[in-house]
């Protein structure tokens, strides 16, 4: 998903977008399903590049750090990938 967004209002959504796609799922029979995802994210003002190759690749290195740190999940921006 691309977005544009302030910067005052980036960390917000981000947050609103962790949180929704972490609420449990009612289904039509009464059950409720646990879900989880995994949100990475980039900005041109963090990463220093406006091409969006650049930063779909720094969205996905902030989605896998974030998976492989054993940290709660929560909404984070990457820095430059290495190469």
Do not use: N
């Not at 691309?2 to 029979?29: F, G, I, K, N, S």
């Not at 896998?64 to 940290?71: I, L, P, Q, T, V």
């Amino acid at each position: 998903m691309v977005l544009q967004l302030p910067a005052e209002r980036r960390a917000l959504r981000l947050e609103q977008l962790v949180r929704m796609l972490h609420t449990p799922v009612v289904l039509d029979d009464g059950r409720t399903v646990d879900v989880a995802a995994s949100v990475g994210a980039a900005s041109p003002d963090v990463i220093g590049f406006r091409d969006l190759t650049r930063l779909q690749r720094a969205a996905d290195a902030a989605l896998y750090d974030g998976k492989h740190s054993g940290r709660p999940p929560r909404a984070c921006c990457a820095a430059p990938p290495s190469r």
